[in-house]
């Protein structure tokens, strides 16, 4: 108890309104969730401390190979120079794709046909159309043959882990976002992230394709690598036949889905470039 407990208070409250016409089940959810989270559960960190933090690896480690800099985030130029001048067709065009995913992958927006994307079959599925789209898995020495045939490296964490440290020469298009909505998908969701003590859930971001579409000069040729934390495979593993499903794997997914024809994941991910010292950069 005191000025810096943690309590968790969830009210469920579920009305059912059924008309004898129609036999119409009407289920309102209300969800009134209230959190004070201490430091004693070691999420007060701030982006600040972070910052902090990499601050001081740099000072005391000079084995590890950390560039600070000042430029504008990929993401955010892209932003603010790219978007004000969107021509309308352009919009429309977004907002119909945006329709187009939610009504063909369900409340999650990465549903495969009737399956769950985290599901054993959603991920076979899955896994045979990147085969079938010859989407490779590219260790990180190939990154600079890559890039010097225009391959565009993409971040798909969310904007805060990319500022906070990223491939040199990598752009951000965040695969995830925090939850923006209250539609009763998006109150379940928010609760059973507070459930766990997370206070700031995530759900897919549906400006995915059309944020890599900005930094992609032509689907259609342009060699694009994904990365998240982890890599992903597609080799069978001793736990799975289909390989490693990773956020990189959904993503690459969806980019195919979407029109583009070179994708590639990079191996290992964002844990495995830092873990062999590899060159960063991150932004102050």
């Known amino acids: 108890a005191g000025a810096h407990s943690r309590y968790l208070h969830l009210r469920l409250i579920v009305c059912y309104s059924c008309t004898a016409s129609a036999h119409n089940l009407v289920v309102l959810v209300?969800?009134?969730?209230?959190?004070?989270?201490?430091?004693?559960?070691?999420?007060?960190?701030?982006?600040?401390?972070?910052m902090a933090s990499l601050g001081q690896l740099q000072k005391n480690s000079s084995s590890q190979?950390?560039?600070?800099?000042?430029?504008?985030?990929?993401?955010?130029?892209c932003r603010s120079v790219r978007r004000p001048v969107l021509a309308v067709h352009a919009q429309q065009q977004q907002e119909q794709e945006q329709q187009q995913v939610q009504e063909?992958?369900?409340?999650?927006?990465?549903?495969?046909?009737?399956y769950r994307p985290t599901s054993p079959a959603g991920w076979a599925e899955m896994a045979a159309v990147l085969r079938q789209a010859n989407v490779k898995v590219v260790a990180p020495q190939e990154l600079p043959w890559l890039k010097e045939r225009g391959a565009v490296l993409i971040d798909i964490r969310p904007g805060e882990s990319y500022a906070e440290g990223h491939l040199p020469?990598?752009?951000?298009?965040?695969?995830?976002?925090?939850?923006?909505?209250?539609?009763?998908?998006?109150v379940a969701?928010?609760?059973?992230?507070?459930?766990?003590?997370?206070?700031?859930?995530?759900?897919?971001?549906?400006?995915?394709?059309?944020?890599v579409r900005?930094?992609?000069?032509?689907?259609?040729?342009?060699?694009?690598v994904l990365y998240c934390n982890l890599g992903g495979s597609l080799e069978p593993t001793?736990?799975?036949?289909?390989?490693?499903?990773?956020?990189?794997?959904?993503?690459?997914?969806?980019?195919?889905?979407?029109?583009?024809?070179?994708?590639?994941?990079?191996?290992?991910?964002y844990a495995?470039?830092?873990?062999?010292?590899?060159?960063?950069?991150?932004?102050?």
Not at 104 to 114: A, D, E, H, M, Y
Not at 214 to 224: C, I, K
Not at 272 to 284: G, H, M, P, Q, T
């Open 189 to 211: 969701r928010r609760a059973g992230y507070a459930l766990f003590g997370i206070s700031q859930g995530t759900e897919a971001n549906p400006h995915f394709l059309a944020e």
């Open 104 to 114: 063909r992958s369900g409340p999650t927006g990465l549903n495969v046909g009737k």
């Open 30 to 50: 209300v969800i009134t969730l209230s959190a004070t989270i201490s430091q004693t559960f070691g999420i007060s960190k701030t982006k600040s401390n972070n």
């Open 272 to 284: 495995d470039w830092i873990a062999k010292d590899r060159e960063i950069e991150v932004f102050e």
């Open 169 to 186: 020469g990598a752009a951000n298009a965040s695969f995830y976002q925090p939850i923006q909505g209250w539609t009763p998908w998006q």
């Open 65 to 77: 190979l950390i560039r600070f800099t000042t430029h504008v985030p990929h993401r955010q130029a």
């Open 214 to 224: 900005e930094l992609v000069a032509d689907p259609g040729s342009t060699p694009v």
């Open 238 to 269: 001793k736990n799975d036949k289909n390989g490693q499903q990773t956020r990189s794997m959904v993503a690459a997914y969806e980019l195919v889905k979407g029109g583009f024809r070179n994708v590639s994941v990079l191996k290992g991910g």
